[in-house]
Nanobody, 114 residues
Framework: QLQLVESGGGEVQPGGSLRLSCAAS????????MGWYRQAPGKQREMAAT???????NYADSVKGRFTISRDNAKNTVYLQMNSLKPEDTAVYYC????????WGQGTQVTVSS
């Protein structure tokens, strides 16, 4: 049905920045929510940032002030701008899209290390 293609992950030094992108392919009639979730080794997946169909954003306390989520409705794409990255941000980041059901991307690795 739908595919989510994530890009932008990589390895950066502490204090650096990365911009993640997630593009949805396939026919989409409506989008209720798009977001980014992350999972570090040995830990459960947690919400990093979400944006609703109305444009309302929500952030985890740990990333507030450093991360910014945005969307391009025409392109069915959601972005995550990550600034002032810390080693504890190291995780696999997953894109999520909710329409008629939950869709998840395959994940993209973000590593913050010296």
């Amino acid at each position: 049905q739908l595919q989510l293609v994530e890009s932008g992950g990589g390895e950066v030094q502490p204090g650096g920045s990365l911009r993640l992108s997630c593009a949805a392919s396939g026919r989409i009639f409506s989008v209720n929510l798009m977001g980014w979730y992350r999972q570090a080794p040995g830990k459960q997946r947690e919400m990093a940032a979400t944006i609703t169909s109305g444009g309302l954003t929500n952030y985890a306390d740990s990333v507030k002030g450093r991360f910014t989520i945005s969307r391009d409705n025409a392109k069915n794409t959601v972005y995550l701008q990550m600034n002032s990255l810390k080693p504890e941000d190291t995780a696999v980041y997953y894109c999520r899209l909710i329409t008629d059901r939950d869709y998840w991307g395959q994940g993209t690795q973000v590593t913050v290390s010296s």
